[in-house]
């Protein structure tokens, strides 16, 4: 097994065309001195499994998600468990959902 943290990525209501028609992502985060957080895991996401580079701007605006996306982990909400300073844990699954097209 390899080291780091495992997690799901899931991308719903049309995210997946920009992460290959891919909606289920499994992931290991490589360990590093500091926990993970979802405003680290956004990056990672824009230069690990963000298929066509040009288009991140429907999926990031500035250092959080664009606008019209819904971000749960394990099912709740992001906002309620501190969004962006939410540190991920080992099996965590976090959902990203498109409002933009009547997700």
């Not at 926990?35 to 701007?57: M, Q, R, Y």
């Not at 939410?86 to 959902?95: A, G, R």
Request: hydrophobic content about 40%; aromatic content about 8%; overall charge negative.
């Amino acid at each position: 097994m390899e080291k780091g943290l495992n997690i799901t990525t899931e991308f719903t209501s049309g995210l997946q065309i920009l992460f290959n028609n891919v909606k289920k992502h499994k992931v290991v985060l490589p360990e590093t001195e500091n926990p993970w957080t979802l405003g680290l895991l956004l990056f990672w996401i824009k230069d690990n499994i963000l298929v066509d580079k040009d288009k991140c701007d429907l999926f990031l605006k500035g250092n959080t998600v664009r606008p019209g996306i819904i971000v749960a982990v394990n099912d709740q909400d992001w906002e309620l468990l501190g969004d962006l300073k939410y540190h991920i844990k080992n099996n965590d699954n976090i959902t990203f959902i498109s409002t933009l097209h009547g997700g």
